[in-house]
Each structure stands twice: as structure tokens, then as C-alpha cells.
């Protein structure tokens, strides 16, 4: 079992930056594809970045290319998002979740085993 919980998120202005943390326990995660996900409210939960086993390979969604930032540091059992140039349509609950080791990664919430708790983000214009 690996636990996953989440912090940093806030509210921030339009152009602003956050970095949310992922501190995992119960298991080490350099086995785990890590991901980020999000859930905006009447909203279906939507992929976001994930990093393979050694931190070298990343992936993210369209929308958040060249703005967000995904890193894993595995001797802290830690994954990180670095957000920056935010726009209110980042608004969401943040999700950090832990797949199988698996490259392409997957976008899809089910394929992942582990889920945290979530922490906002909250963006205003």
C-alpha cells in the first residue's frame, strides 16, 4: 500500500505560481508511474503530467505544456508540480496518484492504484 497526500495549493492571482507536493509513505515509489490529476467542480477528473520510474522521461496534457513542471525526488519518496503562468482555468482539486511502472503513461484515472486526498488550487482573474 503506498499512502499519498497532497499540500501547497491556495489561492493565487492570474499569472501566479504554486508548487504542490506529493509526500508518499507506506512504500517507496521509484517502482510507481507517478501522475498528477485535477478536478474542476460538474467536472470529470483530468490527467495532467505524470513521471516515469527515474525522473528523465515526463509527459503532460496540451493545455499545461511549457507552464507546469512535474519532478520526482524518490530519495524523499516525493513528487512535485511546479505551476507557473496560471490561469483561472486551472482552477481544480489537485490529485496525486501512483500507477504501475508504465511508460507511455496512462490518462486514465482507473489505471492508477493510489490516489491522495487532493488539495485546491484556486485561481482568480
Known amino acids: 500500500q503506498v499512502q499519498l497526500v497532497e499540500s501547497g495549493g491556495g489561492l493565487v492571482q492570474a499569472g501566479g505560481s504554486l508548487r504542490l507536493s506529493c509526500a508518499a509513505s507506506g512504500r517507496t515509489i521509484v517502482t510507481y508511474t507517478m501522475g498528477w490529476f485535477r478536478q474542476a467542480p460538474g467536472k470529470d477528473r483530468e490527467f495532467v503530467a505524470a513521471?516515469?520510474?527515474?525522473?528523465?522521461?515526463?509527459y503532460y496534457v496540451d493545455s499545461v505544456k511549457g507552464r507546469f513542471t512535474i519532478s520526482r525526488d524518490n530519495a524523499k519518496n516525493a513528487v512535485y508540480l511546479q505551476m507557473d503562468s496560471l490561469r483561472p482555468e486551472d482552477t481544480a482539486a489537485y490529485y496525486c496518484?501512483?500507477?504501475?511502472?508504465?511508460?507511455?503513461?496512462?490518462?486514465?484515472?482507473?489505471?492508477?492504484?493510489?490516489w491522495g486526498q487532493g488539495t485546491q488550487v484556486t485561481v482568480s482573474s
Open positions: 496518484a501512483a500507477d504501475r511502472a508504465r511508460w507511455p503513461p496512462s490518462s486514465t484515472p482507473g489505471e492508477y492504484d493510489y
Open positions: 513521471i516515469y520510474l527515474t525522473g528523465r522521461n515526463t
